[in-house]
């Protein structure tokens, strides 16, 4: 599953996300209705990007699986939240929700974050750049 950084970074061509990409299946390839909407939050605030992104977007998500942010990662995110919190070490909402979504479906979340979502027991990372 993709962290919404990875997602931008695809959008704006990083060559090594790019490379990675193409190695793989579209259906492969996750990314929550989290990211979504942190995505579509910056093309709303950036009518030139979603001027130069849109085409690149729109297929991008048809071309991927969307995983929808459901009740089994809700309940994965406050466990994360709980657990962090309890240690001094809580992480924004959105990244919260990415981990949880993504421990919920058993999945590996691909960032370049790795600082942050580490200190989340059970999440399996890597980073393509």
Do not use: C
């Not at 193409?22 to 929550?32: C, G, I, K, N, T």
């Not at 995983?67 to 992480?91: H, M």
């Amino acid at each position: 599953m993709l962290d919404t950084n990875v997602v931008s970074d695809f959008l704006k061509g990083h060559p090594a996300v790019r490379a990675q990409l193409q190695a793989l299946r579209p259906s492969e390839v996750a990314v929550s209705t989290v990211s979504i909407m942190e995505i579509e939050f910056g093309l709303e605030k950036n009518p030139a990007a979603r001027t130069k992104y849109a085409e690149l977007w729109n297929d991008f998500l048809q071309d991927v699986t969307v995983l929808e942010y459901d009740r089994a990662s809700a309940v994965q995110t406050a466990r994360i939240r709980q657990a962090l919190n309890s240690k001094g070490q809580p992480i924004g909402p959105y990244d919260l929700q990415l981990a949880g979504a993504a421990l919920a479906h058993r999945l590996t979340l691909v960032t370049n974050n790795t600082a942050e979502f580490s200190r989340v027991e059970g999440l399996n990372l890597t980073d393509w750049r």
